[in-house]
């Protein structure tokens, strides 16, 4: 048996205090179905868990037009899919909550766990970057924001200093006719880890592509971003030729191991398909599919 406490922040002043003062082995707990999985497993050494749920901040979804979408750090996947402004406007967020874990999963797995888990194949992490998410982090320094492009800086590891936990995480307003979606590959049809993941970000000014964003999961050491797929499509109406050169772009940059859930060749193949895939589904959701 592993002698662990458990203690409940009721602020975000309060938990920034016991991270603090519990030094590297407390940490914050917002679902658990990593973090108490790893302790369990004794991969992950935990003295106190920091229950962040109670924290008002992080357990909210508001929204605004002109300013955007927060999603506190510890709010679980089955009420962001649930909640209707999210659906309309973000569902890059949608398809990636639905298919974290099953059922049970969702209720607690929160997005500000599968980003601190800094997992390469966490799911919800491409479809945070292509929809430009910024991880809104407190610590004993204060408050500072940090694009979830970069936040992640190798498997399991990312930016956060000692005491420093995410609050929440914000997104812009959706830009007019623009759509992203986002998908993984997997062996099964649930509960599995991804072989490959994407996301896409598209805006149209007419028929051409204005801005893009391509982001892939699964193929390197943290998600990707692959500037080149998106300059493969931006100025240019969407044809089968640009498609297909951002797709390439994308194989490109992969850089995947093999393992036993997929082989380099497969998983590059498969960044290909995906990124295409996405990229069909981004326009037709701009065009209001
Ligand atoms: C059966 C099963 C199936 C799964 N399927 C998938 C899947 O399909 N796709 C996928 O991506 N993942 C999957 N996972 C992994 C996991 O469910 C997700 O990564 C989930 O989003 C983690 O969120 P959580 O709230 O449970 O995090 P926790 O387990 O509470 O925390 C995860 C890590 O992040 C830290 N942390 C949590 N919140 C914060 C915060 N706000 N600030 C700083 N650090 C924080 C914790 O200390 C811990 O190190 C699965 C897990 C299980 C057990």
Redesign the pocket.
């Known amino acids: 048996m592993q002698k662990v406490r458990y203690t409940r922040a009721n602020s975000v002043e309060e938990a920034v205090a016991l991270l603090e003062k519990g030094g590297a082995t407390a ?12 302790a369990r497993e004794r991969r ?1 050494k ?1 003295d106190l868990f920091v229950d ?1 749920k109670p924290i008002p901040e ?1 357990n909210e979804i508001t929204f605004d037009p002109a300013g955007g979408l927060t999603i506190g ?2 709010v ?2 089955y009420r962001i899919y649930g909640n209707e402004t999210v659906s309309r406007l973000y569902p890059a967020l949608v398809d ?1 909550c639905r ?4 059922t ?2 969702q209720g ?12 390469p ?5 491409p479809a945070m970057i292509v929809l430009e998410g910024v991880a809104n ?1 407190a610590g004993p320094r204060g408050r500072r924001s940090v694009p979830v492009e970069e936040f992640n800086t190798g498997p399991g590891q990312n930016v ?1 200093q000692p005491g ?4 929440s995480i914000h997104f812009p307003p959706p830009a007019r006719n623009s759509g992203a979606a986002w998908d ?1 590959f ?1 062996p099964r049809n ?5 072989v490959v993941n994407a996301g896409v970000q598209l805006r149209f000014e007419g028929d051409r592509v204005s801005w893009a964003k391509v982001a892939i999961g699964a193929v390197a050491p943290t998600a990707l971003v692959v500037p080149a797929a998106a300059e493969a499509l931006v100025g240019k109406p969407l044809s089968d030729a640009t498609i297909e050169a951002a797709a390439e772009a994308a194989r490109q940059a992969a850089r995947p191991i093999d393992d036993m859930r997929g082989s380099i060749r497969q998983r590059k193949h498969l960044v290909g398909v995906y990124v295409a895939r996405m990229i069909r589904k981004a326009a037709e959701r701009a065009r209001g599919g």
């Open positions: 940490r914050p707990l917002a679902g658990g179905t990593d973090l108490i999985v790893q992950r935990v962040i992080t750090a510890a679980p996947a990636a298919v974290i874990g099953g049970a999963i607690r797995a929160s997005l500000g766990g599968n980003l601190c888990n800094s997992s194949a966490a799911d919800s992490v982090i956060l420093e936990f995410v609050v993984r997997i649930e509960m599995d880890i991804a």
